[in-house]
């Protein structure tokens, strides 16, 4: 996954083009790019952020940020009881309990630069 300025990209190779595509995830507003380089494809990433940016700065919206890294979460009042003992059980808050859970969760399906 390529990050710059807040903003992650995934990249996929086309094998018959023999290109580098990547898309912008975790915004609603589509960035796309693509290269024949993995080099060529980091300087148009940074350019399509920037340029992504300077866009909205000219028609005067707001940008599509990144995510905030709050999230609010409802589960059964079981469940609550049940997260907050096994955070206690391990010296962690709960908060801190539910981050390293949907980390590791998460971890299956992220790709690493």
């Known amino acids: 996954m390529m990050k710059y300025k807040g903003y ?14 990547g898309v912008v995830i975790g915004t609603r507003d589509v960035i796309f ?19 992504y940016l300077a866009c909205c700065a000219e028609m005067g919206r707001r940008p599509d940020v990144p995510f905030s890294g709050d999230i609010s979460l ?15 059980a391990r010296g962690k ?8 859970a949907v980390e590791v969760a998460a971890s299956d399906t992220m790709i690493t630069n």
Not at 8 to 21: N, Q, R, V
Not at 75 to 80: Q, T
Not at 93 to 100: F, K, Q, R, T, V
């Open 33 to 51: 790019f693509e290269a024949t380089s993995v080099e060529e494809l980091k300087k148009e990433f940074k350019f399509s952020i920037d340029d």
């Open 93 to 100: 808050s709960l908060n801190d309990w539910i981050a390293e």
């Open 74 to 88: 409802n589960v059964s009042p079981d469940l609550h009881r049940a997260a907050a003992v096994a955070a206690s």
């Open 8 to 21: 992650h990209a995934a990249i996929k190779y086309d094998p018959d083009g023999e290109t580098l595509h």
